[in-house]
T-cell receptor, first 115, second 114 residues
Framework: DAGVIQSPRHEVTEMGQEVTLRCKPI?????LFWYRQTMMRGLELLIY????????DSGMPEDRFSAKMPNASFSTLKIQPSEPRDSAVYFC?????????????FGDGTRLSIL | EDKVVQSPLSLVVHEGDTVTLNCSYE??????LLWYKQEKKAPTFLFML????IEKKSGRLSSILDKKELFSILNITATQTGDSAVYLC??????????????FGKGTRLSVIA
């Protein structure tokens, strides 16, 4: 049974470049979440979708960040232009219902380094 | 502002020891508390707690929630080196408009040495 699949696993790029992170949720899961994890701030929710519709993007740090979910099996998180402070591990997670009744399943993350 | 605080931040124990990890929270409209274990990659789910006083158990791990005092503990008995990980606590709060549905603590880093 395939879990949440993220790509790429690692990304190293120079500041100012556009970065696109990809996520395939578990089939049948209606909720998709994007998180960012750093040592300083821990795991922070950036945005989440329900049935492909963004529900809460209050965690998105600024306009340089955008996320889309064009269909039930694919989502992207884009940073343009990227900055060194965006360096972090970005996780995608999905769940069949809201997190208050079912746990989320996390992907293995994308380790992003902005030079 | 919703808050989840875990303690201790890090812990080193010897194999066979018993450990207790703490999670306290302040959140409006509490719905559930979740524990995750994170080794090198993705957090993996351990427990979801919604009711006070009911212990959840899985092998050597157990957890309990106190909704009056707003905290939860995660116990690990007879620790093994494979228990070394960061343990994350998160609280679900779906009802507050514009708020995130899951707030995570910064985690407790557990190191079990042989």
């Amino acid at each position: 049974d395939a879990g949440v699949i993220q790509s790429p696993r690692h990304e190293v790029t120079e500041m100012g470049q556009e970065v696109t992170l990809r996520c395939k949720p578990i089939s049948g899961h209606d909720y998709l979440f994007w998180y960012r994890q750093t040592m300083m701030r821990g795991l922070e929710l950036l945005i989440y979708f329900n049935n492909n519709v963004p529900i809460d993007d209050s965690g998105m740090p600024e306009d340089r960040f955008s996320a889309k979910m064009p269909n039930a099996s694919f989502s992207t998180l884009k940073i343009q232009p990227s900055e060194p402070r965006d360096s972090a591990v970005y996780f995608c997670a999905s769940s069949p219902t809201g997190v208050w009744s079912q746990p989320q399943h996390f992907g293995d993350g994308t380790r992003l380094s902005i030079l | 502002e919703d808050k989840v605080v875990q303690s201790p931040l890090s812990l080193v124990v010897h194999e066979g020891d018993t450990v207790t990890l703490n999670c306290s929270y302040e959140v409006t409209n509490f719905r559930s508390l979740l524990w995750y274990k994170q080794e090198k990659k993705a957090p993996t789910f351990l427990f979801m707690l919604t009711s006070s006083g009911i212990e959840k158990k899985s092998g050597r791990l157990s957890s309990i929630l106190d909704k009056k005092e707003l905290f939860s503990i995660l116990n690990i008995t007879a620790t093994q080196t494979g228990d070394s990980a960061v343990y994350l606590c998160a609280v679900g709060n779906p009802l507050r408009s514009g708020n995130t549905p899951l707030v995570f603590g910064k985690g407790t880093r557990l190191s079990v040495i042989a």
